[in-house]
């Protein structure tokens, strides 16, 4: 679910504005196409307001050369290896939409919010051997991707990213919160 995902600043006058901020403070990312271990673009916590960043996307896993890409929302606060991250560093993946995959492997369907085209995924992330490595959240899915998979990524509404990623209570109550349709288009 969600292994895959869209940024292109050059299509949204707001991720143009995330791509110039992240580039002016330095940081290099990969645009278009993000997979999973690339380094992308995410806004988190600043000392005074949020900043963006890049950062790997993907958490070592438990066996030699996995990654865990996503952690679920309904029960990231009971495992061990993501509650402590999730409480203290949270992130948001600024993307144009995701992609969904068939048993197969292949690309099917290229999920979006046709009437903002900027889609906000909730995510966390945590240091290994000194390193910031992200993972994003999902959920249920609701009846617009249901029919493509059981799971969508927790999604936020730009008003909404600052009170995640700041406070610990308000991002709790979104863990199982209600998500917005989604567009699908095959691919």
């Known amino acids: 679910m969600c292994g895959r ?18 580039l002016e403070n330095g940081y290099q990312f990969k645009t ?17 307001q949020v900043q ?7 958490f070592p896993g438990f066996k030699a050369k996995q990654t865990l890409i996503n952690a ?15 409480q203290q560093y949270r992130c948001v993946y600024p993307t144009t939409g995701f992609f969904e995959w068939t048993a197969d492997k292949e690309k099917t369907y290229f999920n979006y919010r046709k009437e903002t085209s900027a889609l906000y995924i909730a995510g966390f992330y945590d240091f290994f051997n000194g390193e910031a490595k992200s993972i994003l959240l999902t959920t ?33 109550s979104l863990l199982h919160g209600q998500m917005p349709e989604l567009t699908s288009q095959g691919v």
């Open 72 to 86: 679920r929302a309904e029960t990231v606060l009971e495992k061990p290896i993501f509650a402590d991250a999730f």
């Open 52 to 58: 963006v960043v890049s950062m790997a996307w993907g």
């Open 5 to 22: 995902y869209l940024f292109q600043p050059n299509d949204l006058p707001e991720m143009q504005k995330i791509n110039q901020l992240a």
């Open 32 to 48: 278009g196409e993000i997979f999973p271990t690339d380094h992308a673009a995410l806004i988190i916590a600043g000392s005074n």
């Open 140 to 172: 249920a899915a609701n009846p617009s991707v249901a029919a493509i998979h059981d799971r969508m990524p927790l999604i936020l509404k730009k008003s909404q990213i600052k009170r995640w990623i700041y406070d610990l209570d308000f991002a709790e």
